[in-house]
């Protein structure tokens, strides 16, 4: 049976300030002949056009929502399955990103989205926040282990978009500077500039 969808903080947020990472969290399946483009994981920036959409008897897309697609750069008789819940599509024509969105290509943008959406999950419980750090802390993994060349100033506008109370911003960017300092000091792996690139860049 179809799951019913639910208002998950900084998800609800984020789709409100424009995320394009949240929006296709929270949409259904594509009507059959939808151009898309993939927005997460290995094959972010790949495009297709949807064939076949996964039904139930009575008529209702499966959830978690999958379906096929003809990918641009495969061969006609190869078809890809497509889970909603695993890999996030955006559909064409694309706009232009808000202007929040971090110097970031398209697959480091989803992964660090994928993260903060997670951090607030887990410090917003009965609506009422509290730091959860070992969620922070894995934002801070996860810009270290990808070399990301994020800065404070371009830090906190994806958390402030994701419903980050603004309380919270001296604590949290000194936690971030002093995390991942901490992290180069001890396995090295310095931010590399020239992943700074235009926002959602392929």
Known sequence: MPGKRTVVPGQFEGFLAGCPFCTARRKGPPEIGARFC?????????????????????????????FLAQMDEDPLNIQQRIRLNISLVQLLPI???????????LREAGELDHAVVEFCEKSCTAEKW???????????????????????????????????????????LEMYEKGREILIYCFGKRPIKKKRVAPLSV
């Open 38 to 66: 993939i927005i997460t994981g290995y094959n972010a920036g790949k495009i297709g056009t949807v064939v076949e959409v996964a039904k139930l008897p009575f008529g209702e897309p499966v959830w978690p929502y999958e």
């Open 95 to 105: 706009g232009p990103p808000p202007q929040w969105v971090p110097p970031l290509c």
């Open 130 to 172: 509290n730091i959860n750090w070992p969620a922070f802390y894995e934002i801070i993994r996860i810009v270290w282990n990808n070399r990301l060349p994020l800065e404070p100033k371009d830090f906190w506008p994806v958390l402030s978009a994701h419903g980050i109370p603004e309380k919270w911003k001296r604590e949290l």
